[in-house]
């Protein structure tokens, strides 16, 4: 591996360390898995509040 990036660092007139850099980045990027902010708003078109909603179930728990 170390001559393969010396390899590819040697062309690119790159040091090896950022071609490692740049491939963790890379692999960070392709295995990390999305901020919770994605599911900010996935209640809007609901025609309740969500905390309305839960309320109401709540109250089903307990007239059982």
């Given at each position: 591996?170390?001559?393969?990036?010396?390899?590819?660092?040697?062309?690119?007139?790159?040091?090896?360390?950022?071609?490692?850099?740049?491939?963790?980045?890379?692999?960070?990027?392709?295995?990390?898995?999305?901020?919770?902010?994605?599911?900010?708003g996935i209640w809007?078109?609901?025609?309740?509040?969500?905390?309305?909603?839960?309320?109401?179930?709540?109250?089903?728990?307990?007239?059982?």
């Amino acid at each position: 591996m170390i001559r393969t990036l010396d390899r590819l660092g040697g062309g690119q007139k790159r040091p090896r360390a950022a071609l490692i850099r740049e491939a963790i980045s890379e692999y960070l990027d392709r295995k990390t898995p999305p901020a919770a902010p994605s599911a900010f708003g996935i209640w809007k078109d609901r025609p309740k509040d969500g905390l309305q909603y839960e309320q109401e179930i709540r109250d089903e728990w307990e007239a059982r």
